[in-house]
């Protein structure tokens, strides 16, 4: 019996001893973790140094059909020049039993701070002859356009447009 207890007020001072140990790790990391960073100065306007701008009009003009054109601006509102910037249009359905994707390319090889440069990517919209039955939701009528930009020096952004065609 004396060994019983004994093994019982050992357990349960191991068990408080860790909970303990426990609360004051919890307390040590609850401090505001932004009194240690150091403030940087902003630069130029606000935002990421590169963006996509995607016009709605030109959006709203493509229809579903072949060789339509979409034009959009690259620009670099950063302090330093982008070289080889990978643009990467996908277009795909958004009839998610039929995820027919199609792909794009172009790069830019010099894209100098503070300026934006007109890029056009001639898509194709029309629908596949392979298309299934005529679609029951007004979501699978619709075409899902998405723009990544990608640079050699870890910048990116992404641009997604959902088109109701």
Not at 35 to 40: N, R
Not at 43 to 62: E, Q, W
Not at 68 to 77: I, R
Not at 143 to 154: D, N, S
């Amino acid at each position: 019996m004396r060994d019983a207890t004994l093994w019982a007020a050992g357990a349960a001072l191991a068990f408080l001893l860790t909970a303990g140990a426990f609360l004051v790790l919890a307390n040590l990391a609850t401090g505001p973790a932004t009194e240690d960073l150091p403030a940087t100065p902003a630069r130029g306007k606000p935002g990421p140094p590169l963006d996509l701008d995607l016009n709605r009009d030109r959006l709203d003009s493509l229809k579903p059909a072949p060789d339509q054109e979409l034009l959009l601006t690259v620009e670099n509102s950063g302090g330093r020049d982008f070289s080889n910037v990978n643009l990467t249009l996908e277009a795909s359905s958004g009839d998610t039993a039929n995820p027919n994707a199609r792909y794009y390319r172009q790069t830019l090889r010099n894209l100098k701070s503070g300026e934006d440069v007109e890029v056009r990517f001639l898509l194709d919209l029309s629908k596949t002859a392979e298309a299934s039955p005529p679609p029951t939701a007004p979501d699978e009528t619709s075409e899902i356009i998405e723009i990544r930009a990608t640079t050699p020096e870890g910048v990116s952004v992404v641009r997604t447009a959902i088109l109701p065609l």
